[in-house]
């Protein structure tokens, strides 16, 4: 069992939240993972529209789109509807 | 405190729950009508439709939504009722475990019905026993005054601050729910005083700060969401940290309440009537108890050493208290309205004969299925029963341990 998770005395009931949504991290549960290739991207910025977990951003300092891996599920929709073909789906590790 | 004046209506169980909603101040019903238990709606729809009440009055179209109505207003910290029974309660099922998982004290009247197929609307206790693993605290009233009076304080024990779990009050269908009673009423200000206002536990919430338990966009928080194996068992956990509490709490609020009101419900949890120093006994919860006292006083002008345990809660089951209520019974009798098919018997046998195994002597233990669909249990069938139980005393043998009370061979 994980020792740092809390246990049954020291979290709220009714499973209240006690930190916010950008505390508790999802991403580790992704299988593959998206990688950009910033050759192809038109930087249309569907990805970021798109993604249901608000995980693709735009950086605005080097003007790239970039994949928050804290939170992305690997979904694959980006990967499946970029139109430039510029994000493809590796599994995660095997590279 | 004095036993507060009180005044006698004539009243069916139904409107006995209608006029305990009416007085504990509650701030929204949602209900969908289902017999036996139409007339707590209709007569809740009456106060609100003469202006006696300031109660919302939520029309839904189903018993599914009825609940998550109340369980809805229930988190914005509202005292909410509604009342099912039957089909309608099944329906409720989901939202039964949301509404606990929820820790919303939500207080439901069940008019205890049979489940369809063939349809019925008469008394047997399937439809509330079979949601006896949804974490709801389950009460069993003998008649329309206790009805009453557990009405009232339900609200006490949902919302108390350690318990925070919804109360079903189980009153049988008919027996209960359409007779006329004598009810002792308290008055109003009685009642309003005794349930009180709605009291918030604080909780740390996802801005960092203790919050008032309640949905509140001031104080915003978050409950019921997504929770995998992670933290989910960790609030099962304290579901039932809160089932072990409610035993002292309900013995305590029923006190309170035994105080203004002069009467009193065994300790809240278990009516053991003729008990000290019966050699036969029967366990059963509802309206029953109330014929089979009457079967036991006569037993008792025989020379028979009989006794009755009535349970008042099935939900929390108080183990403890009936355990020391039967350790001197040598045969007993449990009463279930309510089968578990393909099982070894009803749900009240299974649980007092498993709480029997660690008692240093064990009594000989029958399971007698009866009443179900409202098939009548009049003063012999139960005078059979004692009869058996005799029977069992002297040979020390039980012949078959479950058994069926009144159906036809």
Excluded at chain 1, 7 to 12: A, R, T
Excluded at chain 1, 61 to 88: L, M, Q, R, V, W
Excluded at chain 2, 15 to 43: C, F, G, H, M, N
Aim: aromatic share 8%; with cysteine.
């Amino acid at each position: 069992m994980n020792k740092t998770l809390k246990g049954w005395k020291d979290i709220p009931i009714a499973g209240v939240c006690w930190k916010p949504a950008t505390q508790y991290l999802t991403g580790d549960w992704k299988t593959f993972k998206p990688i950009h290739d910033a050759e192809k991207c038109t930087k249309c910025l569907l990805c970021p529209m798109i993604c249901p977990d608000s995980a693709i951003k735009w950086n605005q300092t080097n003007e790239e789109i970039e994949f928050d891996y804290d939170f992305c599920k690997g979904c694959g929709i980006c990967a499946n509807e970029c139109p430039a073909d510029a994000i493809k789906m590796v599994r995660e590790g095997g590279e | 405190m004095a036993v507060a004046q009180q005044k006698t209506l004539a009243m069916n169980g139904d409107e006995a729950v209608a006029l305990a909603v009416k007085q504990s101040d509650v701030d929204v019903v949602a209900a969908y009508p289902i017999t036996p238990q139409t007339i707590i709606v209709e007569r809740l729809s009456e106060y609100v439709a003469n202006g006696e009440v300031e109660t919302e009055f939520v029309c839904t179209e189903s018993e599914h939504s009825a609940l998550t109505a109340c369980l809805a207003a229930s988190a914005t910290g509202a005292r909410t009722f509604t009342a099912s029974a039957s089909a309608g309660l099944a329906l409720m099922h989901e939202i039964l475990y949301v509404t606990s998982g929820c820790r919303a004290p939500v207080v439901m009247a069940i008019a205890n019905r049979a489940l369809s197929a063939p349809i019925n609307i008469h008394c047997d206790h399937s439809d509330s026993m079979v949601e006896r693993d949804s974490c709801w605290i389950q009460i069993y009233a003998e008649n329309s005054q206790e009805t009453y009076d557990s009405m009232i304080q339900s609200f006490r024990i949902a919302e108390h601050l350690q318990v925070l779990l919804p109360v079903m009050v189980c009153l049988d269908a008919f027996v209960l729910s359409h007779t006329l009673e004598n009810v002792q009423i308290l008055a109003d200000e009685t009642v309003r005083k005794f349930v009180g206002v709605r009291q918030f536990p604080l909780v740390m919430g996802h801005e960092g700060k203790e919050v008032p338990f309640k949905l509140d966009p001031n104080n915003p928080i978050t409950m019921g969401p997504l929770d995998l194996h992670d933290y989910y068992f960790e609030h099962k956990r304290q579901q039932e940290e809160a089932m072990k509490i409610a035993p002292r709490i309900i013995k305590e609020i029923h006190e309170e309440f035994s105080r203004i009101s002069g009467r009193k419900y065994g300790n809240g949890l278990i009516e053991a009537y003729r008990l000290e120093d019966a050699d036969i006994a029967t366990v059963c919860v509802g309206s029953t108890a109330g014929t089979t006292k009457t079967v036991v006083d006569h037993l008792r002008t025989k020379g028979t050493k009989a006794g009755l345990l009535r349970l008042r809660t099935f939900r929390p089951l108080p183990l403890t208290e009936i355990m020391g209520a039967l350790e001197n019974v040598k045969a007993l009798a449990i009463m279930d309205r309510s089968n578990s098919f393909g099982g070894s018997g009803g749900p009240i046998y299974h649980e007092i004969r498993h709480s029997m195994y660690d008692a240093p002597t064990h009594p000989h233990i029958v399971n007698y299925i009866y009443g179900l669909g409202g098939r009548d249990m009049p003063p012999t069938t139960i005078l059979n029963i004692y009869k058996d139980l005799q029977e069992i005393l002297q040979t020390k043998k039980v012949k078959r341990d479950v058994q069926f009370a009144g159906v036809r061979q």
